[in-house]
């Protein structure tokens, strides 16, 4: 078990709180603070309904609830916490003076850690006084769910720091992975959206529609993305194959270094998926929920079966 107890998340919301119930269902007391109270009241039912999708029983369910403190005073919620994790939405100016008041409040060898996907860690802490405690957790979303947990080393952290934090997060059933350099993207977005700007690509230039690209993922290659990485995939069916296939199709894939145009028309026009009804899809209300619980349910059952 780390030495890292006492457990402090900035930010109820929606990573926040899947965050402390990650925690808390491990056994952590967790303090959770937000800006907004609205927030803070809706925390106890929105872990709730956290841990009910994670299969705990009513009992269960209470003792998870029963560590997680939703607290209004930022001061408070990280007097003797030993790690505070940052969750707040996606501005650089707000998580910089987040840091700024939790390092003004919080115990000298607290670690100081920012959730984020898109900004680099660098920026966010560059300000500190006492930079080498602080690093990147890059939670993914729902936290509750998903095991993986990047973790990014600054210029500035310290291995005790980074050590720490990946024993926190293998003693809570995390799948943590470190990453040494401070990279926009980090490892998984980066794959991500490498694969997402082929996929956009190929609709773009009428090779196929939509529902053509998710069909092939979905009943090919990613079937076994989740026991089969890509480097291991690659060892199996040999490194000279994969660089034979490599020097006939590398020089077409997409390669603009800019978002795509296509995209960018989408978003243009209103098109933003899901929250207006229409994006590289016609999205209901219902057809959305459907979609959310179809993978949340899978999610579930792979935590059991991978778990």
């Known amino acids: 078990m780390s030495g890292l107890k006492n457990i402090s998340v900035i930010g ?24 907004f109270a609205d927030s803070l009241k809706a925390l106890p039912a929105r872990a709730a309904a956290s841990l ?24 408070e919620c990280v007097a003797g916490a030993d790690i505070v994790i940052e969750a707040a939405p996606e ?32 920026s966010i ?10 690093l990147g957790t890059h939670w993914w979303n729902p936290p509750h769910l998903i095991p993986l947990v990047e973790v990014i080393r600054t210029e500035w952290s310290s291995e005790d720091a980074m050590g720490g934090v990946m024993d926190l997060l293998t003693s809570i059933g995390k799948t943590p992975v ?23 690509s190929l609709v773009e230039n009428g090779i196929c529609d939509a529902s053509a690209v998710d069909t092939v993922i979905n009943s090919s290659f990613g ?58 899809y016609e999205w209901t209300p219902e057809d959305a929920d459907a979609l959310r619980q179809r993978v949340s349910d899978h999610l579930r059952k792979l935590e059991t079966i991978l778990g």
């Open 12 to 35: 109820a919301g929606l990573m926040g709180h899947g965050i402390a119930v990650a925690f808390a269902r491990a056994g952590h007391k967790v303090r959770v603070y937000d800006a």
């Open 52 to 75: 009910e999708q994670l299969g705990h029983t009513a009992p269960e369910r209470d003792a998870a609830l029963g560590l997680i403190e939703a607290q209004g005073d930022l001061a």
């Open 91 to 122: 501005d650089l100016e707000l998580k910089r003076q987040i840091f700024t008041d939790i390092e003004a409040a919080a115990q000298r060898d607290c670690i100081l850690a920012s959730n984020t996907s898109v900004i680099p860690i660098t």
């Open 125 to 134: 802490v560059s300000g500190l006084k006492h930079r080498e405690r602080a």
């Open 178 to 200: 470190r990453v040494e350099k401070d990279v926009p993207g980090f490892i998984g977005n980066r794959l991500q959206h490498a694969l997402w700007r082929e996929a956009i």
């Open 223 to 280: 079937r076994r993305l989740s026991v089969l990485g890509p480097l291991a995939n690659a060892d199996l069916v040999g490194t000279d194959l994969t660089l034979a296939i490599h020097q006939n199709v590398l020089s077409d894939l997409e390669a603009s270094g800019r978002p795509s145009p296509y995209l960018e028309k989408l978003v243009a026009g209103g098109r933003l998926g899901m929250k207006s009804g229409e994006g590289f």
